[in-house]
């Protein structure tokens, strides 16, 4: 079974503004979600404890404070805020955590998280783009921590570069950081020759491509070198940065993969699942701004997910 983790208060963050990453993307995610046939779990707010897993203590005070006393965008970057955007983004973490311990249980094979705001762009001790909080990079360290696994791949199909994922990991080799991205984009990292340091070289694989780029491009990558080199790393977890804005049509990329094309890359990275994680999947959403092209991707990767 495919569980899902979909708490209303995700619509409560930027209500009321002018924004791409507003809150009718949950909207758009959930009418079209086929919630009879999936595990709906049980909301929670993310422990300090839980955050403290990749972010430091001075951005989560930072953070917070800038929240509370009302600034409308972060100290530490370009992130808008406004009132309830910590209570909406600990949740958010919670309810990633919440699908982690659902699949490593074994009550749910896969998992999609319809979480927002997204968190890629976030890092250890700062939020960018339309990011608080790392939900994805927070799931693998909380799946090591709790439940021991040892190497766990991330695979990120936003148009967008997972800068804050990335640095995250940069240095660490038990997290594989895949990504495909538009060039230039922001944020503008996401290099080919960025491919780790230290004991994580050799663990970051980035695969820049110009706009117009769609499915030769994008599964090719996938196909022709992520699984390959899944041979040779063998992750015990597989999550997935979901984003579609790398659809065609999307109002801040200009990628242009179909809903066939993320039901095939759903199914390659189960694919890498089944291999070598005993079918462990977590898909968490990111990025994605035309509302009608959001549910239409969202709807074909979920069904993927759940037909396996």
Same mark, same amino acid.
């Given at each position: 079974?495919?569980?899902?983790?979909?708490?209303?208060?995700?619509?409560?963050?930027?209500?009321?503004?002018?924004?791409?990453?507003?809150?009718?993307?949950?909207?758009?995610?959930?009418?079209?979600?086929?919630?009879?046939?999936?595990?709906?779990?049980?909301?929670?707010?993310?422990?300090?404890?839980?955050?403290?897993?990749?972010?430091?203590?001075?951005?989560?005070?930072?953070?917070?404070?800038?929240?509370?006393?009302?600034?409308?965008?972060?100290?530490?970057?370009?992130?808008?805020?406004?009132?309830?955007?910590?209570?909406?983004?600990?949740?958010?973490?919670?309810?990633?955590?919440?699908?982690?311990?659902?699949?490593?249980?074994?009550?749910?094979?896969?998992?999609?998280?319809?979480?927002?705001?997204?968190?890629?762009?976030?890092?250890?001790?700062?939020?960018?783009?339309?990011?608080?909080?790392?939900?994805?990079?927070?799931?693998?360290?909380?799946?090591?921590?709790?439940?021991?696994?040892?190497?766990?791949?991330?695979?990120?199909?936003?148009?967008?570069?997972?800068?804050?994922?990335?640095?995250?990991?940069?240095?660490?080799?038990?997290?594989?950081?895949?990504? *495909?991205?538009?060039? @230039?984009?922001?944020? =503008?990292? +996401? !290099? %080919?020759?960025?491919? &780790?340091?230290?004991?994580?070289?050799?663990? *970051?694989?980035?695969? @820049?491509?110009?706009? =117009?780029? +769609? !499915? %030769?491009?994008?599964? &090719?990558?996938?196909?022709?070198?992520?699984?390959?080199?899944?041979?040779?790393?063998?992750?015990?977890?597989?999550?997935?940065?979901?984003?579609?804005?790398?659809?065609?049509?999307?109002?801040?990329?200009?990628?242009?993969?179909?809903?066939?094309?993320?039901?095939?890359?759903?199914?390659?990275?189960?694919?890498?699942?089944?291999?070598?994680?005993?079918?462990?999947?977590?898909?968490?959403?990111?990025?994605?701004?035309?509302?009608?092209?959001?549910?239409?991707?969202?709807?074909?990767?979920?069904?993927?997910?759940?037909?396996?």
């Amino acid at each position: 079974m495919t569980a899902l983790s979909a708490d209303p208060i995700y619509r409560e963050h930027l209500i009321g503004r002018p924004h791409p990453e507003r809150p009718e993307r949950f909207d758009a995610v959930m009418e079209v979600l086929p919630v009879d046939r999936m595990l709906l779990l049980d909301p929670r707010e993310a422990s300090e404890e839980e955050l403290l897993l990749c972010h430091t203590p001075a951005y989560l005070r930072t953070a917070r404070h800038d929240i509370e006393a009302g600034y409308r965008h972060l100290s530490t970057g370009d992130t808008d805020i406004d009132g309830r955007s910590w209570e909406v983004a600990i949740r958010a973490v919670g309810g990633v955590l919440s699908a982690v311990d659902a699949v490593m249980a074994g009550r749910a094979r896969n998992a999609f998280c319809a979480v927002r705001p997204p968190g890629h762009h976030a890092n250890a001790g700062r939020g960018m783009g339309f990011c608080i909080l790392n939900n994805v990079a927070l799931a693998a360290r909380y799946a090591q921590r709790r439940y021991g696994i040892e190497r766990v791949l991330i695979v990120d199909w936003d148009v967008h570069h997972g800068n804050g994922t990335q640095d995250i990991f940069y240095s660490d080799p038990s997290v594989f950081f895949f990504s *495909t991205h538009q060039w @230039p984009l922001y944020p =503008g990292t +996401g !290099r %080919a020759d960025e491919t &780790g340091e230290g004991a994580g070289v050799g663990t *970051t694989m980035n695969f @820049p491509f110009p706009a =117009g780029s +769609g !499915r %030769a491009q994008i599964l &090719g990558a996938v196909e022709n070198s992520l699984m390959p080199a899944m041979d040779r790393f063998r992750p015990e977890l597989v999550l997935v940065s979901a984003g579609f804005d790398s659809r065609i049509d999307d109002l801040l990329g200009n990628f242009t993969l179909t809903d066939d094309d993320f039901t095939d890359l759903t199914l390659r990275a189960m694919e890498l699942a089944d291999r070598h994680a005993g079918g462990r999947l977590l898909s968490i959403l990111e990025g994605g701004y035309n509302l009608h092209g959001l549910a239409c991707a969202t709807a074909a990767h979920v069904e993927a997910l759940i037909l396996r």
